[in-house]
């Protein structure tokens, strides 16, 4: 029992997996490659707008309430909150190409069981009519700075309104956070248009799978951090757009 005990300790020390791929700069390595791969995809395609994912163009606008205004600044708003985490946390500056393999097969894992979870509720997936290269990029995208708005920011949010501000008890704000965020997750779905430049309608079911969608990636960045949230959102956004793509060509 005692050698059992000791293992289990050892087994969450800082210096275990677990806890290693929740560190910021961690999260950064993994993420900032899908970063750059979506900005130079999208640089030609009118960069005045700000992006076409609608969580990018509310960190713009956010950023120009305080003067900030540039097209690079939401990817760079990631890179600096997770430089100024790492810094904050004091953590070692250690790069560790095993761990981001760790991270990234991980998020894969997460993103696939999702996917089957997604066939199963919704069926299969509709093909958009945008060249795949831009999906992917899209894709990643949309993965990164969803996550950025609908966890990072938006879960802290709530849970500091709940807790700080109505006294609440610590769970009931995490409770909250989680559903609050994952609503107006689902509710972000249908707001502009989808890949193709149409107006998105609304579905009760698609509602719900989105709700239920922003529940399980607020528990996966609640367990296992801002990087593996994110690249398994980017990742499963570009398996469900490979999974559409193929079904297009079959038919």
């Given at each position: 029992m005692a050698k059992r005990g000791g293992k289990s300790r050892r087994s969450f020390s800082p210096d275990h997996y677990f806890n290693r791929s929740q560190r910021p700069l961690h999260a950064m390595i993994i993420l900032l490659p899908m970063i750059i791969v979506y900005k130079v995809a999208m640089i030609k395609r009118s960069p005045e707008t700000g992006g076409p994912i609608l969580a990018e163009r509310f960190l713009n606008h956010l950023f120009s309430m305080f003067g900030a205004v540039g097209?690079?600044?939401?990817?760079?708003?990631?890179?600096?909150?997770?430089?100024?985490?790492?810094?904050?946390?004091?953590?070692?500056?250690?790069?560790?190409?095993?761990?981001?393999?760790?991270?990234?097969?991980?998020?894969?894992?997460?993103?696939a069981a999702f996917l089957m979870f997604t066939v199963v509720m919704m069926g299969r997936p509709t093909a958009s009519q945008a060249p795949l290269g831009y999906q992917i990029a899209l894709s990643?995208?949309?993965?990164?700075?969803?996550?950025?708005?609908?966890?990072?920011?938006?879960?802290?949010?709530?849970?500091?309104?709940?807790?700080?501000?109505?006294?609440?008890?610590?769970?009931?704000?995490?409770?909250?956070?989680?559903?609050?965020?994952?609503?107006?997750?689902?509710?972000?779905?249908?707001?502009?248009?989808?890949?193709?430049?149409?107006?998105?309608?609304?579905?009760?079911?698609?509602?719900?799978?989105?709700a239920l969608a922003g529940v399980y990636l607020a528990g996966i960045?609640?367990?296992?951090?801002?990087?593996?949230?994110?690249?398994?959102?980017?990742?499963?956004?570009?398996?469900?757009?490979?999974?559409?793509?193929?079904?297009?060509?079959?038919?």
């Open positions: 097209y690079y600044l939401p990817g760079l708003a990631v890179v600096g909150v997770l430089l100024a985490w790492h810094f904050a946390k004091r953590d070692p500056w250690a790069v560790e190409p095993k761990t981001y393999l760790a991270m990234v097969a991980e998020a894969f894992a997460l993103a990643l995208g949309a993965g990164v700075f969803e996550e950025l708005v609908f966890r990072l920011m938006l879960i802290a949010l709530i849970h500091m309104l709940v807790v700080d501000l109505l006294k609440a008890p610590q769970k009931s704000g995490a409770i909250a956070a989680i559903l609050g965020s994952s609503v107006l997750f689902s509710v972000y779905h249908f707001l502009g248009v989808d890949a193709d430049g149409n107006p998105i309608a609304f579905s009760f079911t698609r509602f719900i799978y989105y960045y609640l367990l296992r951090g801002f990087g593996i949230v994110a690249a398994t959102h980017a990742l499963y956004n570009v398996l469900i757009s490979l999974l559409a793509s193929s079904y297009s060509t079959a038919n």
